[in-house]
């Protein structure tokens, strides 16, 4: 009898290893079968097609659109395309400067110079238009094309020409490209008595000991608790979200760990050094921007009740990538695992492999998540980003303040107010006066500025439903009515809504005058998320409680 199930099994296991061979077999075949009809059909294009095809160009196209069918994390950067060294090293060869596209001038234009950058060192300002780069004019020109003209090897040079507004002769000058490390850190300091403020903006190479340094000078100018702003933070390197999460968590904690397909994409994450401190307060921003490793040091930080998560509900990207170098050059980022942070909980919202009618990915709902807990027992889920322990939701802003946030005239209005005024009030306390006020609503009205124009067209397209239903003859006087209140009055507008429209304005302004480091400090004056969550850290009862302790 023992020997009959002996055989039995081993007949059992053949037959599955035969069942496997043959699934193996046949999605190997139909690889080769796929890639030998994609591998002809090029062949057809290359022979017969009415125009000549670069062999480059056309198969990136279906590169592309292969991997975009895949998810959006899966991505080919061929061999001279130096994005991929910028997300993984945070540098890059170029000016160290923020552009933007102008449209009445449809040129580029400095938007914000880096500190310390060549373009500084040359004496760029933001609002000045470039004009040329070698000779070679650029009007027209999209930011993409301007930019790949400005970077290029360190060390080597080139030719700018630019017209700065209010001055009759163009400026010209020869600027040196260096390699720029972009400031993910591009603030810190004590805000409030005790309370230090960290915002890290990235995760790549050595920001990690960035952010370990600035806690450190922070502990030494007083700081007892900590407000950490990962907000908009889309994330980046796994290992530094990792060694960041270690300066607030004992060493040995496992941070999360990651499974894929293969036994290398397997991985278990835990913090290598002693910490910074284990017991500092914390508190963590985070809104629908943060991503990625800004989810995994805020989720670890919640799973562990080390830290308030405080703000809107996380991206929920639990996808890793890695980078895979291709034998002709060139590189493939790709989707090979998918992370857990300590409570165990996957936080991925998004199924690529299975769409909606409209091509979006579908989200699975709060009802069907899973339950899991934190170390000391909290209740969590997973499936759909860190959920904060203290929501605090953005404000919805009105159609003029997006409107106005992304015209040339209020850019116009805060370049002519840098050149007129020699300095301003320190960061963080500057404001406009009613009568600077008063001159942008001036500026803004001579720019010819237009807004409603949503409304607008929804009311046509209203006028046009009722025209072709035949109603349009008894609501004539009803929409011409309602036209003419929607039409809006831009000074009245304008001083209603100031409170919604002026930071955008003083922060633009500031960072003229102190740069991106200043920026974050002024966008802190009003910031509901920010002020929420030092009220957290100064009620210790209600800061215990929502860790469970």
Known sequence: MRKMRRTLLLLLCALSLSAFAQ????????????????????????????????????????????????????????????????????????????????????????????????????????????????????????????????????????????????????????????????????????????VGYLYLTGFAENDALQVRAAVMELKEQGAKKLVLDLRENPGGALDESVDIANLFLPKGTKVVYTKGKTSASNREYFTRLEPVDTVMPLAVLVSGGSASASEILSGSLQDMDRAVIVGTRTYGKGLVQSIRDLDYGGNLKITTARYYIPSGRCIQAYDYRHLNPDGSAKTLPDSLTTLFHTRGGREVRDGGGIKPDVEVLADTLPTIVIDLANHDALFDFCTHYAQTHASIAPAGEFHLTDAEYEELIEYVKEADFTYNKRTEEVLDLLRDVAKREGYIDDCAAEFEALKAKLKGDLRADMLKFRKEIEPYVCDDIVRRYYYERGGVRQALQGDKTFERALEVLANEDEYRKLLGK
Request: cysteine-free; glycine content about 8%.
């Open 23 to 194: 699934k193996s077999e046949n999605h190997n075949s139909s690889i080769a079968r796929n890639l030998s009809t994609f591998n002809e059909i090029y062949r057809h294009l290359d022979m017969f097609y009415v125009d000549s095809l670069n062999a480059d160009t056309v198969m990136e196209w279906g590169i592309h659109s292969m991997l975009n069918r895949v998810d959006p994390y899966t991505t080919y950067y061929p061999q001279d395309d130096d994005e991929l060294m910028v997300m993984a090293q945070g540098k890059y060869a170029g000016i160290g400067s923020i552009i933007r596209f102008h449209k009445k001038h449809d040129r580029v234009v400095i938007s914000e110079p880096y500190k310390g950058s060549p373009s500084e060192k040359a004496g760029l300002k933001a609002g000045d238009i470039l004009m040329s780069i070698d000779d070679k004019d650029v009007k027209g020109m999209n930011n993409t094309a301007v930019s790949n003209m400005l970077r290029g090897e360190a060390g080597t040079t080139f030719k700018l020409k630019v017209q700065r507004p209010g001055e009759d002769k163009p400026r010209s000058m020869t600027i040196t490209r260096e390699t720029i490390t972009i400031p993910h850190v591009p603030y810190y300091g004590i805000v409030s008595p005790g």
